[in-house]
């Protein structure tokens, strides 16, 4: 079974740029998470789906991230314009809930370098 | 903030047991202990989770005291491969997880 592939691995930008982070989740999970993680740190949580609902968005900065699935399969988070506080690794994890306590899957993150 | 408290880094010896404690002294009925490890450069990967229970798996084991207090995660027998990030982590069943620091493990040949 194939597990959760983000893409691309690695990204390098000037500030200012805008970005973009492409998740697709292991087949048939109805809910999706983007965390965001910075160095030395554990993940915290960006945005949480449920199908193509957005349930828990409080902690994306939305004046300048926005995520979007649509036909709840895959999904993209965007940084448009970028910071350099937004370096860090960008994972996203899938899971299907309903079945009882949730485990997550995550992959393998995208690291972001902002210059 | 993270309702768990874990120790920063801890050395194992490679054939060895590590065990990995954790206290959530504020934990509620309804919230389950989670573990996960992040290997470098990977994201985290599920262990183990318990709600009152002792559980065993074909990773590690969990031994959650009878007051819910604190819980250990045992390897039974640490690789090279074992050398990652451990995350103690509380929840409900349908909550997010939300990650503290984690306990560095080093497992030494």
């Known amino acids: 079974e194939a597990g959760v592939v983000q893409s691309p691995r690695y990204k390098i930008i000037e500030k200012k740029q805008p970005v973009a982070f492409w998740c697709n989740p292991i087949s048939g999970h109805n809910t999706l998470y983007w965390y965001l993680q910075n160095l030395g740190q554990g993940p915290e949580l960006l945005i949480r789906y449920e199908n193509e609902e957005a349930v828990d968005d409080s902690q994306l900065p939305k004046d300048r991230f926005s995520a979007e699935r649509l036909k709840g399969v895959d999904s993209t988070l965007k940084i448009q314009p970028a910071e350099l506080g937004d370096s860090a690794v960008y994972l996203c994890a899938s899971s299907l809930e309903g079945t009882g306590p949730g485990e997550q899957f995550f992959g393998p993150g995208t690291r972001l370098t902002v210059l | ?109």
């Not at chain 2, 074909?58 to 995660?73: F, G, Q, Y």
Request: aromatic share 8%; hydrophobic share 30%.
């Open chain 2, 1 to 109: 903030d993270a309702k768990t408290t874990q120790p920063t880094s801890m050395d194992c010896a490679e054939g060895r047991a590590a065990n990995l404690p954790c206290n959530h002294s504020t934990i509620s009925g309804n919230e389950y202990v989670y573990w996960y490890r992040q290997i470098h450069s990977q994201g985290p990967q599920y262990i183990i989770h318990g709600l009152k229970n002792n559980e065993t798996n074909e990773m590690a084991s969990l031994i959650i005291t009878e007051d819910r207090k604190s819980s250990t995660l045992i390897l039974p027998h640490a690789t090279l491969r074992d050398t990652a990030v451990y995350y103690c982590i509380v929840r409900p069943s349908w909550g997010k997880l939300q990650f503290g620091a984690g306990t560095q493990v080093v497992v030494t040949p």
